[in-house]
């Protein structure tokens, strides 16, 4: 029965489509911009972080010297205090790309002595999926504070994610690219 093919190849190719959306629609900041993520020059990466709107499934990239930076994800509290002890992750390669898979608060510092002091250390808000690119300022209060234990994500457990995620990306543009020529010779 041609017509059972036909409704299972479509029906494939909706969940291959909308799955290719998802990943196409993630974002890469760099973070600092141009700048980079260093202390030189003291940059306000409150303001860059500002300046976004992060969410799930979008990627911050770190670019950095790594003689003498580095990147921790942190809880809340250590963010504020620059505490380096008990960080839920550490990067050191000096182009970290950190994938950020929850909603909520992440918090980066940098490990050197007196770096996150003079201001290297960011806060990276994330929202919902922006699969539906909605604007809802009412949603996202500015003070952006939550109550303490829900409010920092545990970072990727594989934090140079990045180079997976676009060759997840490829293969979904591959995988859709084949099923639409499949649903056309079937329904043809
Ligand atoms: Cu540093």
């Not at 003291?42 to 300046?51: F, I, L, Q």
């Not at 990067?91 to 002091?117: E, K, M, Q, R």
Request: charged share 10%; with cysteine; glycine share 10%.
């Amino acid at each position: 029965m041609g017509g059972g093919a036909a409704t299972t190849v479509a029906a494939a190719l909706v969940v291959a489509v909308v799955a290719w959306a998802g990943v196409a629609s993630a974002a890469v900041y760099e973070v600092g911009d141009t700048v980079g993520w260093t202390v030189m020059g003291s940059p306000n990466y409150t303001a860059w972080a500002e300046s976004k709107k992060f969410h799930v499934g979008d990627t911050i990239v770190f670019s950095y010297n790594k003689q003498f930076h580095n990147v921790m994800a942190v809880s809340k509290g250590a963010y504020k205090s620059c505490r380096t002890a008990n960080a839920m992750a550490t990067w050191t390669t000096g182009n970290d790309s950190v994938v950020l898979n929850t909603t909520g608060h992440h918090y980066f510092i940098c490990g050197f002595t007196g770096h996150c002091a003079n201001g290297q250390k960011v806060d990276v808000p994330v929202l919902a999926s922006s699969a539906a690119p909605s604007e809802s300022p009412a949603a996202t209060p500015s003070s952006g504070t939550k109550p303490s234990g829900g409010a920092t994500a545990a970072p990727s457990p594989q934090p140079n994610a990045a180079p997976e995620a676009l060759a997840g990306r490829a293969v979904a543009a591959t995988v859709a690219a084949s099923l639409l020529s499949l649903a056309a010779a079937v329904l043809a």
